[in-house]
């Protein structure tokens, strides 16, 4: 089994709790726990980083899609360098009741892929892809309320991660 392989099967068995996550609180009785949701990270971001070894500039709007069953993300990324490099993404999220989250990514490349990963407190992980292709991952981690640091990664045939996107961005509404 190939190390690529072998962390698809991982991750598609990964539970949601990790040893990094805060523990959460116990219930207090006769009070609902809030269901875990993408609401801390709604709305409109923008920032600069590097992506693919060059300065890179980046838009993300994310929303409750117009049913409210889920969260919709808008992305847009533009690399300076010869040549340019403009990529655009559209991609829909649900979260259930323990924090995994499902949904689908489609990008200006046409391509389409699903999507798996977890959510804490302040930070958002998805894996996408498939083996057959590749196996990626991006992290939205909320610095504050403000700020968000979003690194994307994708799984090498060694079993580990090679970033080549990380971008900080501010809050804009």
Same mark, same amino acid.
């Given at each position: 089994?190939? @190390?690529?392989w072998?962390?698809?099967?991982?991750?598609?068995?990964?539970?949601? $709790? $990790?040893?990094?996550?805060?523990?959460?609180a116990?219930?207090?009785?006769?009070?609902?726990?809030?269901?875990?949701?993408?609401?801390?990270?709604?709305?409109?971001?923008?920032?600069?980083g590097?992506?693919?070894?060059?300065a890179?500039?980046?838009?993300?709007?994310i929303?409750?899609?117009?049913?409210?069953?889920?969260? =919709?993300?808008?992305?847009? *990324?533009?690399?300076?360098? =010869?040549?340019?490099?403009?990529y655009? @993404?559209? =991609?829909?999220y649900?979260?259930?009741?323990?924090?995994?989250?499902r949904?689908? #990514?489609? +990008?200006?490349?046409?391509?389409?892929?699903?999507?798996?990963?977890?959510?804490?407190?302040?930070? #958002?992980?998805?894996?996408w892809?498939?083996a057959?292709?590749?196996?990626?991952?991006?992290t939205?981690?909320?610095?504050?309320? +403000?700020?968000?640091?979003?690194? +994307?990664?994708? *799984?090498?045939?060694d079993?580990? #991660?090679?970033?080549?996107?990380? *971008?900080?961005?501010?809050?804009?509404?």
């Amino acid at each position: 089994m190939t @190390a690529r392989w072998a962390m698809a099967a991982l991750l598609a068995i990964a539970s949601p $709790a $990790a040893a990094d996550e805060p523990v959460p609180a116990a219930p207090t009785p006769g009070i609902a726990a809030p269901a875990p949701s993408l609401a801390a990270w709604h709305g409109s971001w923008n920032g600069e980083g590097t992506a693919f070894g060059k300065a890179a500039t980046a838009t993300l709007v994310i929303v409750a899609a117009p049913d409210g069953s889920a969260t =919709a993300l808008a992305y847009r *990324l533009a690399v300076s360098g =010869a040549p340019p490099i403009a990529y655009a @993404a559209e =991609a829909i999220y649900r979260v259930d009741g323990k924090g995994r989250v499902r949904g689908s #990514w489609t +990008d200006s490349t046409g391509r389409t892929r699903p999507i798996g990963g977890r959510l804490t407190v302040s930070e #958002w992980i998805n894996f996408w892809g498939s083996a057959d292709v590749e196996i990626g991952r991006s992290t939205y981690v909320l610095e504050a309320p +403000d700020r968000l640091l979003v690194s +994307d990664s994708v *799984l090498q045939d060694d079993g580990s #991660w090679r970033v080549f996107a990380t *971008l900080r961005l501010h809050r804009t509404s």
